[in-house]
């Protein structure tokens, strides 16, 4: 069936180094994705979002980039901080939205000093 | 402040005891939504509501209920709980009326142990 799903369930990098997390879907009518941020003990923030429009979008310090022609999507964060330490999801809608996001299963970035 | 509340954060109970998970938004969202998140699972979709009076199963609704009779307050019932309702459930609304992004805001969460 269709699903959403990142490549990697945990991610060590090195504070103040790039990050980069990954994601791969396989509806081809997903027209909209979104970044969550999950600190422990609390719900999923909105970090960054793109529609299929769109090849890239930047924020503060994050970026996520939409390969359509593979169904993938990254979010990159720039010089990671104790901070970014969190499971980020990435979720995927298509047609109006209505009835709600598709999740992945998560990756846990752990920024190491 | 904007925010989604839901109570209790932590509730352990014994199987088939009744129980409701509250969850209210003050933004005035038209859909709210019911998530568990278990470990290699991720998040999935039990219910949500499009609106006042308008509830939808999502992808695992078995052994759940809800209601909306109010905007802001969206319940999750669980008539007669069992075991393997033990989870990590959080609560979201968003406004997709609104157009530009369907932004979905997620409360704390409920952490629930069924003995």
């Known amino acids: 069936g269709e699903s959403v799903g990142l490549h990697l369930p945990t991610l060590s990098v090195q504070e103040g180094d790039n990050s980069i997390i990954n994601c791969a879907y396989s509806n081809s009518a997903s027209d909209y994705f979104i970044w969550y941020k999950q600190e422990s003990g609390k719900g999923p923030q909105f970090i960054i979002d793109?529609?299929?429009?769109?090849d890239k979008r930047q924020g503060q310090r994050v970026t996520v980039l939409l390969n359509k022609t593979v169904k993938h999507l990254s979010l990159q964060i720039a010089a990671t901080q104790p901070g970014d330490s969190a499971v980020y999801f990435c979720?995927?809608?298509?047609?109006?939205?209505?009835?709600?996001?598709?999740f992945g299963k998560g990756t846990h970035l752990i920024i190491q000093p | 402040e904007a925010q989604v509340t839901q109570n209790p954060r932590y509730l352990i109970t014994v199987t088939g005891k009744k129980l409701t998970v509250t969850c209210s938004q003050n933004m005035n969202h038209e859909y709210m939504s019911w998530y568990r998140q278990d470990p290699g699972l991720g998040l999935r979709q039990i219910y949500y509501s499009m609106n006042v009076e308008v509830t939808d199963k999502g992808d695992v609704p078995e052994g759940y209920k809800v209601s909306r009779k109010e905007k802001r307050n969206f319940p999750l019932i669980l008539e007669s709980p069992s075991p393997n309702q033990t989870s990590l459930y959080f609560c979201a609304s968003s406004s997709p009326s609104r157009g530009a992004k369907n932004i979905q805001y997620f409360g704390a969460g409920t952490r629930l142990s069924v003995l």
């Open positions: 793109i529609r299929s429009n769109m």
């Open positions: 979720a995927e809608m298509s047609g109006g939205g209505a009835d709600g996001l598709t």
